[in-house]
Nanobody
Framework: QVQLVESGGGSVQPGGSLRLSCAVS??????????LGWFRQAPGKEREGVAAITRGGEYEYYNSHVKGRFTISQDNNKNALYLQMNSLKPEDTAMYYC????????????????????????RGQGTQVTVSS
């Protein structure tokens, strides 16, 4: 059973930084290809993909709104996923969710259509990020 548990959210002033973490479990070490990522959902808005990375780290995807400010990374030995968020803006305020796409062609999907909830079916409970002065 895939489990994703987020942590690291909080309140920060505009221009500040936060680092989100996700503890990943239930994905067999023999599962060759999969992708991990982060979604977010602001009040009254649809959930959107923020960033994703392939298991081998050969491909990273970023939403155009966060590219250059956010960095996704992973530690396969610790079964952890991270999202370093710098230069935060009020519009980054949202609930952030860790997610997994276990499809063998998840990298191709990221390249072709980006992050979709249809592909990233496994998601955690979320951690709140609030950017406000």
């Amino acid at each position: 059973q895939v489990q994703l548990v987020e942590s690291g959210g909080g309140s920060v002033q505009p221009g500040g930084s936060l680092r989100l973490s996700c503890a990943v479990s239930g994905i067999s070490s023999t599962w060759g290809r999969y992708c991990l990522g982060w979604f977010r959902q602001a009040p009254g808005k649809e959930r959107e993909g923020v960033a994703a990375i392939t298991r081998g780290g050969e491909y990273e995807y970023y939403n155009s709104h966060v590219k250059g400010r956010f960095t996704i990374s992973q530690d396969n030995n610790k079964n952890a996923l991270y999202l370093q968020m710098n230069s935060l803006k009020p519009e980054d305020t949202a609930m952030y969710y860790c997610a997994a796409d276990l499809g063998a062609f998840c990298m191709r999907a990221l390249q072709d259509v980006g992050m979709t909830e249809r592909n990233f079916v496994f998601r955690g409970q979320g951690t709140q990020v609030t950017v406000s002065s």
